[in-house]
């Protein structure tokens, strides 16, 4: 999804902060990794996973700007 170089910031964040950051449920978070349409979770161990800041962080600004588009071509 993004382009990781040396000075992008790596901070993990686990599934309660993806949450609260999309807004998005538990089982819609993994319809989407299933689909393609999501950052992909890093396991960190046995029982343990967590995603990118930065890379979560994109996911959100790509979908403002998508609904933004369709919500600019609707009122033209």
């Given amino acids: 999804m993004a382009n990781l170089t040396s000075s992008t910031p790596k901070t993990f964040i686990k599934l309660p902060a993806v ?3 999309t807004s998005l449920s538990t089982s819609e978070i993994y319809r989407r990794l299933e689909a393609g349409t ?9 029982k343990a996973v967590a ?15 998508a609904g933004r588009a369709v ?6």
Avoid at 38 to 46: S, T
Avoid at 71 to 76: G, L, M, R
Wanted: charged share 30%.
């Fill in 19 to 21: 949450k609260e950051r």
């Fill in 38 to 46: 999501f950052p992909q979770q890093i396991r960190l161990g046995a």
């Fill in 51 to 65: 995603w990118l800041e930065h890379e979560v962080d994109a996911w959100i600004e790509q979908t403002i700007a």
């Fill in 71 to 76: 919500t600019d071509s609707v009122e033209a």
